[in-house]
Each structure stands twice: as structure tokens, then as C-alpha cells.
């Protein structure tokens, strides 16, 4: 299986501060690397697929970057809606893991 | 507007069964591979199953694997797990999750709320 890893699992940050995530992978798979932001009680939400593509309605303060093992999910200037758990994803090999989770909170 | 409906959750013993069910409306069912992905409380997400749209090729997790099948009725827009030998450790929300398309089946752009399976004695 590939392991998928986050750091840091969480961080505190005010609005307008630039925010970077990172994900380790255990094996290389080019950019089949998708986010996810999940708030309290709700399903996961698709923000970044494909490593780098934006999905259709996210905002573009939200972006991603990386291949091979290691990629970013940047929010460029943090607002009051982006405190949430954000989840890097692999869709290259089953099963399709996740991260551990990056919780962002004020 | 598409819409995942999960329902089928409750309570269930050690060593019991319980069938979740997804409606799926807002788009054509039957072109698109759905999945099932569950988070324990508290925890992360873990993929456990996904069927391709035409319902013939289906995938599994190992944690689930010979236990949980997955199915679908593209005349009911309606996706199925069936849960049997249930643990203490498969409690979790379980969500029904749509793959974004046939080079992404793996990638999942649109959730249901999630329907909540716990497992005690």
C-alpha cells in the first residue's frame, strides 16, 4: 500500500496568513495526488485533483503543486471559511489512501 | 444539483449485517464509477470499496475484502454496500462518493452526508 504522509498534522494561522501543506508519498506516482478540505461534521470536499488542477468553484487562493513523492496544498491568503482538515489523497494505486489529516485552526 | 442521499445506518452487533444504500440524482448514474469511503470518529478517511458505472468491475480494501460487497441498480440510480461479519473497528461514517470520470475514477468529486454505522454489543 501507499502510505501517505502530512505535516503537520495541524497549525495555527491567522486570516490573511499563507498557508502550505505538504504530502509525502511512499512511492512515486506523478501528479495522481487529489485534496480535499473537510469542515466539522460535513463530507470532504473536493479543492485540487490531479496535483495541480483547480476543481470547478474553488476558490483561486487555493493551489497545488508537486510530483513523484512530494506535494503542497498552498491557500495563498487564508480567510475565515478555510479553517478546516485538509486530506491529501492518492488515486494511482489500490487502495486509494489518504493522509492523516491537516487540521488548520486559528 | 447532484445529490448523494446514504441511508441503511444503525446500530448493529459483532458478527452482524447491515446493507447501506446511496441515491444519487443531479446526474447519469450509469456513466460514472461510485465509491464508498468510510472515517471512523475522530479519525481519517479510509477508502473502502468503488464499482465501475456498468457495475462489472468492482474493487475492495483489504480491511473489507471477502466481508463487505459492493453493488449497483443503474434503473434506481441507487449504489449498495452490503456489510456482513461487522467489527468494532468498521464503526465509522460511511460516504458515498462519486468518481469525477473515467480518467479519474479514483478521484472523488461529489459526497453524500454520510450515514453513520456503529458496531457494539
Known amino acids: 500500500d501507499i502510505q501517505m504522509t502530512q505535516s503537520p498534522s495541524s497549525l495555527s494561522a491567522s486570516v490573511g496568513d499563507r498557508v502550505t501543506i505538504t504530502c509525502r508519498a511512499s512511492q512515486s506516482f506523478s501528479t495522481y495526488l487529489n485534496w480535499y478540505q473537510q469542515k466539522p461534521g460535513k463530507a470532504p470536499k473536493l479543492l485540487i485533483y490531479d496535483a495541480s488542477s483547480l476543481q470547478s468553484g474553488v476558490p483561486s487562493r487555493f493551489s497545488g503543486s508537486g510530483s513523484g513523492t512530494h506535494f503542497t496544498l498552498t491557500i495563498s491568503s487564508l480567510q475565515p471559511e478555510d479553517f478546516a482538515t485538509y486530506f491529501c489523497?492518492?488515486?494511482?494505486?489500490?487502495?486509494?489512501?489518504f493522509g492523516g489529516g491537516t487540521k488548520v485552526e486559528i | 444539483e447532484i445529490q448523494l442521499l446514504e441511508s441503511g445506518g444503525g446500530l448493529v452487533q459483532p458478527g452482524g449485517s447491515l446493507r447501506l444504500s446511496c441515491a444519487a440524482s443531479?446526474?447519469?448514474?450509469?456513466?460514472?464509477?461510485v465509491n464508498w469511503v468510510r472515517q471512523a470518529p475522530g479519525r481519517g478517511l479510509e477508502w473502502v470499496s468503488g464499482?465501475?458505472?456498468?457495475?462489472?468491475?468492482?474493487y475492495y480494501a483489504d480491511s473489507v475484502k471477502g466481508r463487505f460487497t459492493i453493488s449497483r441498480d443503474n434503473s434506481k440510480n441507487t449504489l449498495y454496500l452490503q456489510m456482513n461479519s461487522l467489527r468494532a473497528e468498521d464503526a465509522a461514517v460511511y460516504y458515498c462518493?462519486?468518481?469525477?470520470?473515467?480518467?479519474?475514477?479514483?478521484?472523488?468529486?461529489?459526497w453524500g452526508q454520510g450515514a453513520l454505522v456503529t458496531v457494539s454489543s
Open positions: 489523497q492518492q488515486s494511482y494505486n489500490n487502495p486509494f489512501t
Open positions: 464499482i465501475f458505472a456498468g457495475g462489472g468491475s468492482t
Open positions: 443531479g446526474f447519469t448514474f450509469s456513466n460514472y464509477a
Open positions: 462518493a462519486k468518481s469525477a470520470g473515467y480518467n479519474s475514477a479514483w478521484t472523488f468529486d461529489y
